[in-house]
């Protein structure tokens, strides 16, 4: 079970060729891991792409890891656009030193047709 569920349902707050960012805050010190994320058109289904977090910063005081991730929305106008009443799932998932992935967060992103990226 993830940690959280983040549902990003109004599309009207992604316009074409804009950026935006996300942080995700790991307990502990998981500098040696990675975090990447999926986004598919169902649960088990098609693949619709990937994303990664790059750059790790460990906090001492907080004894917590941050990873930041850009997005920039025109990365997805090559694929196909879901029926209005689709949406697309997401998960993210991090790579523990041990080798393990443990899902973190995941999530539906619903798609409008008048927008082309999410």
């Given at each position: 079970?993830?940690?959280?569920?983040?549902?990003?349902?109004?599309?009207?707050?992604?316009?074409?060729?804009?950026?935006?960012?996300?942080?995700?805050?790991?307990?502990?010190?998981?500098?040696?891991?990675?975090?990447?994320?999926?986004?598919?058109?169902?649960?088990?289904?098609?693949?619709?792409?990937?994303?990664?977090?790059?750059?790790?910063?460990?906090?001492?005081?907080?004894?917590?890891?941050?990873?930041?991730?850009?997005?920039?929305?025109?990365?997805?106008?090559?694929?196909?656009?879901?029926?209005?009443?689709?949406?697309?799932?997401?998960?993210?998932?991090?790579?523990?030193?041990?080798?393990?992935?443990?899902?973190?967060?995941?999530?539906?992103?619903?798609?409008?047709?008048?927008?082309?990226?999410v």
């Amino acid at each position: 079970m993830p940690a959280a569920v983040l549902d990003l349902v109004d599309s009207r707050q992604i316009e074409a060729n804009s950026y935006w960012s996300m942080e995700v805050f790991y307990p502990g010190n998981m500098l040696r891991s990675r975090l990447k994320g999926q986004i598919r058109k169902e649960l088990g289904g098609d693949l619709i792409g990937n994303f990664k977090f790059d750059n790790p910063v460990y906090d001492e005081i907080t004894d917590q890891t941050r990873f930041h991730v850009f997005f920039r929305s025109s990365e997805t106008e090559k694929f196909p656009i879901p029926e209005p009443d689709e949406f697309w799932v997401y998960d993210l998932l991090i790579l523990l030193p041990n080798g393990d992935y443990q899902r973190i967060l995941k999530g539906k992103v619903a798609v409008d047709p008048g927008v082309t990226d999410v």
